[in-house]
């Protein structure tokens, strides 16, 4: 059982926070070449789980044992809370600003103790329907009273990455109680590089066009850089590194303070958006988020857990 050092998983949720809001912008100008969602998708967990598997051979082959008891849970994690989450995600993003996808998306952290109270019976403070409001109201704010200039598609999509990402704290939370994150992280993205294959048309994938230089975009527009770079830093900085802290920080967490922690890649996708791809965000918008992110918290804190 690995020793719970709360601040360590503190650090590993920022950090990888930061990363991933950088991948926001990374995955847009991707998708921007012609590239679907679920390519990003399945070269994500690809390159994840290439990396992950020479970890541990490297390390700890005996961690590939699987219990048979164990796989529904994987199952579950890695087709749901990984192929499902990332897909809807990325599609969220290339229909919306990327700040705004990802605060409709961080309104899982809300549904994560409601689920625990539901399914798991645990105890819930009655704060969290404070907090719930304050979420909702947010969004009403953010989407301008009647969603003017937002992509509908992109909204639905976002509110999907939310449901998924519900599954993927909840999952992550309670399949690394009996495994470490390395092959959790092995086995869930197999699972779902397994996933797509059979649901992506992956064939259709056009490869040459990354030997070929691409602009950033946005304020980056000048700046071209070879397509084959931004897919390696999808992969490695983009995918790898954040899922791995990611599953770390809830070994030393609870899902609930991952949840909070994590909602500071809100903040970073908003920062990379307005200062990489040029996205504006109103004040009124501002506010609606502050109002949804203060809701995201009170609503972790109003879950028991030890």
Do not use: C
Not at 75 to 83: N, Q, R
Not at 131 to 137: D, F, K, Q, W
């Amino acid at each position: 059982m690995t020793k719970k050092h709360p601040t360590l998983g503190v650090i590993y949720a920022l950090v990888g926070a930061l990363l991933f809001g950088i991948n926001a912008s990374t995955s847009k100008v991707i998708m921007a070449t012609g590239v679907s969602g679920a390519q990003i998708v399945l070269f994500r967990s690809f390159a994840t789980a290439l990396i992950a598997g020479v970890v541990l051979l490297v390390t700890n082959r005996s961690a590939f044992k699987v219990q048979r008891n164990q796989w529904p849970k994987l199952l579950v994690f890695g087709v749901i809370g990984v192929a499902l989450m990332q897909w809807a995600y990325s599609m969220a993003v290339a229909n919306l600003q990327v700040g705004i996808a990802l605060l409709i998306e961080y309104t899982a952290i809300v549904w994560v103790p409601i689920a625990a109270m539901l399914l798991f019976k645990e105890k819930i403070r009655a704060r969290i329907w404070f907090g719930v409001a304050l979420v909702l109201s947010g969004l009403v704010v953010v989407s301008k009273l009647n969603l003017e200039g937002l992509n509908l598609v992109g909204v639905g999509f976002a509110f999907l990455a939310s449901a998924t990402l519900t599954v993927y704290f909840i999952m992550g939370e309670r399949t690394q109680k009996t495994r470490d994150s390395m092959s959790t992280l092995f086995y869930t993205m197999t699972i779902s590089v397994v996933f797509w294959l059979i649901f992506s048309p992956w064939w259709q994938f056009d490869w040459a066009k990354y030997g070929t230089t691409i602009s950033l975009g946005g304020n980056l527009a000048g700046i071209h850089v070879t397509a084959w770079l931004l897919l390696v830093w999808l992969g490695v900085m983009g995918s790898f590194v954040p899922m791995m802290l990611s599953y770390k920080a809830l070994t030393h967490l609870s899902a609930t303070g991952v949840g909070i922690a994590s909602t500071a890649e809100t903040v970073f996708a908003f920062a990379f958006g307005l200062l990489w791809l040029g996205e504006q965000i109103s004040a009124i918008q501002l506010i609606g988020g502050t109002l949804v992110m203060a809701g995201i918290v009170l609503s972790q804190t109003a879950r028991n857990v030890s």
